[in-house]
């Protein structure tokens, strides 16, 4: 991508006719608070930030970093895992965090139109006296947004029974890089034409600025029960998950966590977890009062098939929030007791959960690093937590090729390299091992088509050709293992 010799002060002469002073941070130390993610291994500062109220000046902002041809960066919260909102040090950081309203909520049509600055739970709290939420929930839902949750096609622990962010949006406000408005998708059963709302879903930041979003909303089941359920054998719990969905049933959420992982949320949260168990499953089931009490059978038969230990039942709604606050504070409690770790999301088809959790740990001894594996089981979306101390020299890069080493098994096992947190800057090099030239091909097409100059959140998600070339990654595409001397699956 070419960038114009020297147009920061026009850029900055421009912004000011577009934006009041303080929307408009170029200082250094105004600017530290945005050179990272939640991936915080990788830092670059900004020219500037910009933070827009309106979407005509969104309009505006982008056309004249268009014109100008200076990089924009979409940024929402700041919460993703993968680096996507790593600003480019040429160009902007464009945040949506003043875009904050809850524009409309229909109880009739089941949906919401919201600003893309919202947080994912500010919806679900907005509509809870009436009897409703929005079922996609990361586990950052107290600070993510929905912008961000639409970029990156979010999942949650409900997402295994109510679908991603892709399936619960019906309708979103773009601007191109034109500066153009674009609806896409609406509220009826489908539309004709290409399917640019899932085109546009977990598309990084990479093809347009989310403005707006329409969610759906769904009805608060009439009952839930949480089952807890601990294993002495790692294997045992990821061949439960496995059999639990094989058997029709679709929990609303099935989650699963190593004793590393367990112990850390324990110390942190004071979940009622039972710390000497090597992995919990957790299920929850929901629907009417007579299903889940005839899943509850079913589900516990099928834990103690798989020779679960204690199968508990939480009592009440407190006892149900606390054990999911646990499994939704496993990332920050394992930040407890590691200096750093670097959260992979890859997913594999259900039934290699077993064998692939026994890699992981082959490859954490190979590597002399600990991991801790918290995880949407029922997805087969895992979440190894790789433990390293960035102060010892060395430590980071063998984390990353620990990490690319986890991501190159999922491929090989018929799984992908990411679940929900995106390829951002974190994952380019492992797109080398999910896809080949071909396919690359058409992600640059599609790129070129709507943002020729590649200005929109460039050198993210998808690698040059020349990158994999060089990594020498495409004749081992389909899954070979980063590093030959280790183990094979
Ligand atoms: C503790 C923790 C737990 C997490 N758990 C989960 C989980 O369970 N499931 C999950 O899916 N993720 C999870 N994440 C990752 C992260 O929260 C999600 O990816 C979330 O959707 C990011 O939202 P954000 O608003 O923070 O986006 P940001 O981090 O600001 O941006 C993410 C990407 O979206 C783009 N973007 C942001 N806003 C817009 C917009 N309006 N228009 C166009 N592009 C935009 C950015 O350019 C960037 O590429 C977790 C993160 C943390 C720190």
Known sequence: MKTSAAPHNLLFQQLADILPQDAILTAKEDLHPYECDGLTAYRHLPLAVVLPTTTEQVQLIVKTCSRLKIPVVARGAGTGLS??????????????????????????????????GVRNLAISQAVDHLGLFYAPDPSSQIACSIGGNVAENSGGVHCLKYGLTVHNILEIKVVTIDGELLIIGNDRLDTPGYDLLALMTGSEGMLGIVVEVLVKLTVKPETVQVLMADFAMVNDAGDAVAAIISKGIIPAGLEMMDNPAL????????????????????????????????????????????????????????????????????????????????????????????????????????????????????????HPLILYDANRPGELEKAERFGADILALCVKVGGSITGEHGVGHEKLDSMCVQFGEAELEVFHAVKRAFDPDELLNPGKAVPTLHRCAELGAMHVHHGQLSHPELPRF
């Open 263 to 382: 112990r850390a949320a324990e110390d942190f949260i004071h979940a009622g977890y039972p710390i000497d168990a090597n992995a919990i499953l957790l299920c929850e089931l929901d629907g009417t009062e007579d299903e889940v009490s005839e899943q509850v059978a079913r589900v516990s038969a099928i834990l103690k098939e798989y020779r679960a230990g204690t199968i508990h039942i939480a009592k009440t709604a407190a006892e149900r929030a606390r054990l999911w606050a646990g499994r939704k504070a496993a990332f920050p409690a394992v930040g407890r007791i590691s200096p750093d770790y670097y959260c992979m999301d890859g997913t594999i088809p259900r039934k290699h959960l077993a064998h692939v959790l026994q890699k992981i740990n082959d490859f954490s001894q190979t590597y002399a690093l600990g991991v801790a594996n918290v995880f949407h089981a029922g997805d087969g979306n895992l």
């Open 83 to 116: 680096g996507g909102a790593l600003p480019h040090e040429g160009g902007i950081v464009l945040s949506l965090a003043r875009f904050k309203q809850i524009m409309e909520i229909d109880t009739v049509n089941l949906h919401a139109r919201v600003q893309p």
